[in-house]
């Protein structure tokens, strides 16, 4: 029943795309869209050639997008605000939202720190401009400490981990799904999440150019995405297994990061926008981005039929 319901929900898309074979370029994050993508079947009969590619986190995807080798992907909102700051050719076109749980700063197991208090004057790693780095300066704000009382280390995910398991940093704030792995292989802990503290938001987002030239593949994308969204949150093994097979990760990994994520696409509404633009006054009062951005100026609404056509 289910299986029917998404293919009525994506033939209307098929049909208008059916004439011409395009390919839309696709960037990804650790297997993220592609792997709910092919556990819901809404890839089987694409009219659309799209070739993915994949990153290790969204500062290195949104440079993709701005010089061109990707045409749209998935980040969060801290690292999108970041690039539509700096003036990269970038809009959002619909909403991630899912629970805070899995945006966290995690120390080892072994690690005789227990709370964000005992982080004062030690050393976190995160990527700069990243959500991780959101989170750090949220809850810097929230107990009403100054950015010289920690010590941020500024890491690509793959240095991060290393020098997290090295000692060489006390902390990692990051995201799913290094977070689960970190839990799950390796007992790591978190000592703060960002429940409370930041919008738990990100976006689908696309380049001006495709949004003018591609919008019957993007729409059609974001439809099938919608529908796997919706698909998998009754259906977590299923996109375990998935997501695990495609990344060569052990499945218990997206089952703890699944299980309590609960992911969804939303249309960009007033509230997303509010959530957006509260993103940009934190990142505009710490200094990371120079010029005070209007939410509503760097979001697209017109793909609010896409998540609707798909049953949402």
Do not use: C
């Not at 839990?183 to 919008?199: A, D, N, W, Y």
């Not at 729409?219 to 299923?238: E, G, H, M, V, Y």
């Amino acid at each position: 029943m289910i299986r029917l319901m998404l293919a009525g929900a994506l033939l209307f898309g098929s049909l208008e795309l059916a004439a011409a074979q395009t390919t839309l370029r696709v960037g990804d994050q650790k297997g993220n869209a592609q792997a709910v993508m092919e556990a819901a079947g809404v890839l089987k009969d694409v009219p659309y050639k799209i070739e993915w590619k994949e990153f290790p986190a969204a500062a290195p995807l949104l440079e993709a997008l701005s010089a061109g080798a990707i045409e749209t992907g998935l980040v969060g909102d801290a690292p999108f605000t970041f690039a539509a700051a700096s003036g990269a050719p970038v809009k959002a076109i619909a909403a991630i939202r899912q629970t805070r749980e899995g945006l966290a700063i995690l120390v080892p197991e072994t690690s005789s720190i227990k709370s964000f208090a005992d982080l004062r004057g030690k050393k976190i790693a995160t990527g700069r401009g990243s959500i991780g780095h959101q989170l750090i300066l949220a809850a810097l704000e929230k107990n009403g400490w100054a950015a010289s009382d920690v010590q941020i280390a500024f890491l690509a995910p793959s240095d991060a981990k290393i020098a997290y398991t090295q000692g060489s940093v006390d902390a990692w704030s990051t995201w799913e799904p290094y977070v689960s792995q970190e839990e799950v292989l390796f007992k790591s802990r978190r000592i703060i999440t960002s429940e409370g503290l930041t919008p738990g938001l990100s976006f689908q987002v696309a380049r001006p150019d495709a949004i003018r030239d591609k919008r019957a593949e993007l729409t059609d994308f974001i439809r099938r995405l919608s529908a796997a969204r919706a698909w998998s949150l009754n259906n977590i093994d299923s996109y375990a297994a998935t997501w695990g097979r495609l990344m060569n990760i052990p499945t218990a990994v997206p089952q703890n990061w699944l299980s309590r994520a609960k992911i969804r696409i939303t249309p960009i509404d007033d509230g997303v926008v509010a959530d957006e633009q509260s993103t940009i006054d934190l990142y505009f009062r710490w200094g990371l981005i120079k010029r005070k951005l209007d939410a509503a100026e760097i979001v697209d609404r017109s793909f609010t039929d896409a998540i609707a056509r798909a049953g949402l």
